[in-house]
């Protein structure tokens, strides 16, 4: 599938380029891959495991550039090239982790939600799914009041731990 086939015109387009010309936090999101729960042998269950793929793909992601960072920290001679990747390196293993805790949140559309739904009794799963349509209004809510600053305490945490692996 064409990667413009997941284009959202507001979170893939308008919002960014507000953010870029405003000087506000950049925020965006494009259509999320459709999922047909049919064709899953456990429905919810196996629905909830391919929802956790992509936070547990950010987290691997940070682990691996960890890795790097054990190599890059072992070179003798630190020149500017090496001093550049290692601080792209810090600032990759902050944006996975950051894009794991956020997608973690259990509001739709984000993955903690479809994580949550997948596990919880079929009578809380309807339910969740009946309130899934105020979940905007929340994400904008915390988005305004600077509620997912907190996501930034188990970010720090994750990212302290996984640089004192580094060294």
Do not use: C, E
């Not at 064409?2 to 015109?9: G, K, R």
């Not at 293993?93 to 919880?120: K, R, S, W």
Request: glycine share 8%; net charge positive.
């Amino acid at each position: 599938m064409h990667p413009l086939a997941h284009a959202d015109i507001l979170g893939t387009l308008i919002l960014p380029t507000l953010a870029i010309y405003t000087g506000a936090p950049f925020f965006g999101w494009a259509k999320p891959v459709p999922i047909d729960i049919r064709n899953l042998r456990y429905g919810r269950r196996d629905y909830a495991l391919v929802a956790a793929a992509g936070p547990l793909a950010n987290l691997l992601l940070a682990i691996l550039i960890t890795g790097l960072l054990y190599l890059l920290v072992r070179i003798p001679n630190h020149g500017s090239i090496i001093k550049t990747v290692f601080t792209f390196s810090i600032a990759g293993i902050q944006v996975n982790l950051m894009l794991a805790f956020f997608n973690l949140v259990p509001l739709f559309p984000l993955d903690g939600f479809n994580i949550i739904h997948g596990f919880v009794p079929q009578k809380v799963a309807i339910w969740l799914t009946k309130m899934n349509r105020f979940s905007g209004i929340v994400l904008i809510g915390l988005l305004l009041i600077g509620g997912f600053r907190y996501l930034s305490i188990p970010v720090q945490i994750a990212l302290n731990f996984l640089l004192s692996l580094a060294s």
